[in-house]
């Protein structure tokens, strides 16, 4: 299995961005995804993950402001990112989850926001 994101860039605050992480392999129906996001020089952390069968759960800190979604035909997971703010600056990761368990990470695309 091999990820890509995309969609990173620099953004003003308040603004907003949409990632996007596209699969070699249709998983999303088996495999959990996630979201991680890595600030510099901090550890990576979950920002949103969403199971196989769909359901949502998202960190405190972007509750309300980030939506997790999929599109299983398209083989891509996304993350929308509204109302952002310069702590939500880092390098934004995409992850799956097999059944077995075992993980795959794809590279990451960085977010600046800042004004």
């Known amino acids: 299995v091999q990820l890509q994101a995309s969609g990173g860039g620099l953004v003003q605050p308040g603004g907003s961005l949409r990632l996007s992480c596209s699969s070699s392999?249709?998983?999303?129906?088996?495999?959990?995804m996630a979201w991680f996001r890595q600030p510099p020089g901090q550890e990576r952390d979950l920002v949103a993950n969403i199971s196989n069968t769909g359901s949502t759960t998202y960190a405190a800190s972007v509750k309300g402001r980030f939506t997790i979604s999929r599109d299983i035909a398209k083989s891509t997971l996304y993350l929308q990112m509204d109302n952002l703010k310069p702590e939500d600056s880092a390098v934004y990761f995409c992850?799956?989850?097999?059944?077995?368990?075992?993980?795959?990470w794809g590279h990451g695309t960085l977010v600046t926001v800042s004004s």
């Open positions: 992850h799956a989850q097999s059944p077995s368990p075992r993980d795959y």
């Open positions: 392999a249709h998983i999303f129906s088996i495999y959990h």
